[in-house]
């Protein structure tokens, strides 16, 4: 999975390293539905665009990824129903390859992001913001006055917040886990740099961010959701929000 942007759209790439889609299956399924007729002569274009009717499906057993009852057709009319397009690109024993493009609007954009996990959910945090990450020697956590705990490092003293306390209310400055029992995530913010205690780190993947209509999380931290490759949404946090 990948996904790019243009000035005016963003594009969302999908392929596998398969078969490839059996035309003659495809064919053969669209015949028996009455779509077309035996005789019919297709172009490979034509061909490929079975997919996208009502009832058209090669598969023949139900699994986790196929026969679930939502076809190509409903993709299909949801994606021309946000003004986008898809392509497919299929070869025999190669695999295939579906590219989505969708139009620009205030509420999609792609963001660099760095994925990590807190108490075993998934957060994104942009990636520009993120200095560093590391995991603190119990020596260089420091209790300071006024400040809670703090870690030490050849760039400084930073505040330690941790994600997991911060997500539930907790007020900033607290930090009830071992911090050491972790690893500290540098985040810059407008006003303060913060090391941001996490669980783990997930790594670094370019991600759609989608606006969460209706969402209702604590002081706003949450700035959207994000698809992952395994079709879970992790939430997009606000760093500024986060951090004040």
Do not use: W
């Not at 996990?117 to 520009?128: A, I, M, N, Q, T």
């Not at 995991?135 to 930073?158: E, H, I, M, N, T």
């Amino acid at each position: 999975m990948a996904a790019t942007e243009t000035a005016d759209d963003v594009v969302l790439s999908v392929s596998d390293d398969g078969g490839g889609i059996n035309r003659e299956a495809l064919r053969e399924k669209a015949v028996r539905l009455g779509l077309i007729a035996g005789d019919a002569v297709l172009s490979n274009a034509d061909m490929i665009q079975l997919l996208f009717m009502s009832g058209v499906s090669t598969a023949t057993t139900v699994t986790d990824v196929s026969g679930r009852g939502v076809g190509m057709d409903v993709v299909k009319r949801a994606i021309d129903e946000a003004g986008g397009t898809i392509e497919v690109e299929t070869q025999a024993g190669k695999g295939t390859m579906m590219k989505v493009r969708l139009p620009k609007t205030v509420s999609t954009q792609i963001l660099d992001g760095f994925i990590v996990v807190s108490d075993g959910c998934r957060y994104v945090l942009p990636l520009k913001r993120v200095q560093r990450s590391f995991r603190p020697a119990s020596a260089d956590l420091v209790p300071v006055k006024g400040k809670g705990l703090c870690v030490k490092d050849a760039d400084g003293l930073f505040r330690v917040m941790n994600l997991e306390e911060r997500l539930a209310g907790s007020p900033f400055g607290t930090c009830r886990k071992a911090a050491y029992d972790g690893i500290l995530v540098v985040v810059e913010g407008v006003r303060q740099t913060v090391a941001v205690h996490v669980d783990n780190i997930d790594g670094v993947r370019r991600v759609v961010l989608k606006e969460m209509t209706g969402l209702v999380s604590n002081d706003g931290l949450v700035a959207g959701g994000a698809v992952m490759g395994d079709g879970t949404v992790a939430l997009v946090l606000d760093v500024d929000k986060l951090l004040e």
